[in-house]
């Protein structure tokens, strides 16, 4: 017996295994008509692909059903890109699809993803190398077709946000023979000019009528441009490879206009709020410092040469009126004094004695007498009243014994403060 036997299961792996060495067979494009598509409730989808010459088992399952952009049915022209691979319980082989594209965009699209990979690894769809979209400007700068709906949209959306912006437009092919390269000497054209921003784009289409910005030439241009560019290519869902490079994608040509030009009534609202809230602030202040320059002049006002000189004056009134009432009473404690003073003298005054009908008696010399034992008849004496003055000679002396423990007086001033008082008796 032959040793070179195999199991049925050893050959169908041995084939599986060649089937997925091949470099070709894991990464495929295959293009034929649906047939025997079966929606399986597992989300798998199962299909045949044919041509006139022959047909392959197909299935996508339904992990990559995001590969599927629209639904797929039978009689649909389409190009799969997959892997093939043998199913070894079977032993049959089949295509694993990961995505599914409808016969046209198929090598379109490989192109696409080609020169996308290519320009990524370049870098440029590097966040750094994006500029900044202006807040406020002034200049619009538009490169597209001159009669599209998106420069319509354009012009309606910009007019309505801010009828000041100034609108220039680079009149380009957007789509055919020539397409790229229009649009590639637009961008240079308005980056030389000098506008603020830069809106590159068209209306949506298929992707053979996008493919103008697909191209290499377009990208490069949007690269090199020194004004920032918002690209602007198709609908929502379209992506091109301008939208990769370009410093900021929009998904439409409105959406656009929105971006680029700023809305000049939202911008109105908040310097009007700006100027109400000034306004505020200005007024607080103004009554801040209206309060301050008040209670200043207040005090000025009590610092002017006048109030100075008045309140001098009411302070010199007040003054007066202290040393008046100050004056007053020292001149009726002095004058109490003096009352007590003259109460105390005029009880000693000898004119007080005399008024009370005493005399004052004084030798020849002048000299006070006292002590009538110092008298000798025949001696003269001066007696002085109250009105005038008599001279009297002794006759008799007599001594009134009630005196003599008392120091007879020995003399004493001249003056009338001082001397002996006759009395009445």
């Known amino acids: ?17 060649m089937f997925a060495q091949d470099f070709m067979m894991n990464r495929i494009y295959v293009k034929g008509e649906v047939s025997n598509c079966k929606y399986h409730p597992t989300g798998h989808i199962y ?4 041509d006139p010459g022959g047909a392959i088992q197909a299935v996508l399952f339904s992990r990559d059903r995001k590969g599927l952009a629209f639904p797929m049915k ?4 389409v190009v799969v890109l997959g892997t093939i691979a043998v199913y070894e319980r079977d032993g049959k082989y089949q295509l694993y699809a990961k995505e599914i594209l409808l016969d046209g965009a198929g090598v379109l699209y490989q192109r696409f993803e080609a020169l996308k990979q290519e320009l990524e690894d370049m870098g440029m769809f590097a966040a750094e190398y994006k500029q900044p979209i202006p807040r406020y400007v002034k200049k619009v700068g538009i490169v597209t077709a001159s009669t599209g709906a998106a420069i319509r949209d354009i012009q309606n959306i910009a007019s309505r946000r801010n009828p000041y ?3 220039i437009l ?7 023979e020539g397409a790229a390269s229009s649009i590639a000497e637009g961008i240079s054209a308005l980056d030389d000019y000098g506008v603020d921003v830069m809106i590159v784009g068209r209306g949506g289409g298929s992707m053979e009528d996008l493919w103008a910005f697909n191209e290499e030439l377009v990208a490069r241009a949007i690269f090199n441009c020194q004004t920032p560019v918002i690209s602007a290519v198709g609908h929502e869902t379209d992506f091109t490879i301008a939208d990769f490079v370009a410093d900021l994608r929009a998904p439409t040509p409105s959406a656009a206009a929105e971006l680029a030009v700023y ?4 911008l109105l609202e908040q310097l009007a709020g700006y100027r109400l809230i000034l306004n505020q602030n200005i007024s607080h202040c103004l009554e801040v410092w209206r309060e301050r320059l008040r209670h200043k002049g207040e005090q000025m006002s009590f610092l002017t040469p006048q109030n100075q000189i008045r309140d001098k004056r009411q302070r010199c009134a007040d003054i007066q009126i202290q040393l008046a009432d100050l004056m007053e009473q020292k001149i009726l404690k002095l004058r109490h004094r ?24 004084s030798d020849k010399s002048g000299r006070a007498v006292l002590d009538a034992a110092a008298l000798k008849p025949g001696d003269l004496l001066n007696v002085d009243f109250l009105k005038g003055r008599v001279q009297a000679r002794v006759e008799n002396v007599t001594v009134d014994d009630r005196w003599k423990e008392e120091e007879p007086y020995a003399g004493g001033s001249t003056g009338e403060d ?3 008082a006759v009395g009445r008796d």
């Open 1 to 17: 017996m032959n040793k070179n036997v195999y199991s049925v299961s050893q050959v169908n792996s041995y084939i599986k295994n």
């Open 263 to 266: 809305d000049i009534r939202e």
């Open 418 to 420: 001082a001397g002996g």
């Open 47 to 50: 299909f045949t692909l044919k």
């Open 170 to 176: 680079y009149p380009a092919l957007v789509q055919g």
């Open 74 to 77: 039978n009689g649909d022209d």
């Open 338 to 361: 003096m009352e007590l003073c003259a109460g105390g003298l005029e009880g000693a005054s000898p004119l007080q004695k005399l008024s009370q009908g005493y005399a004052f008696v």
């Open 165 to 167: 912006v100034q609108l």
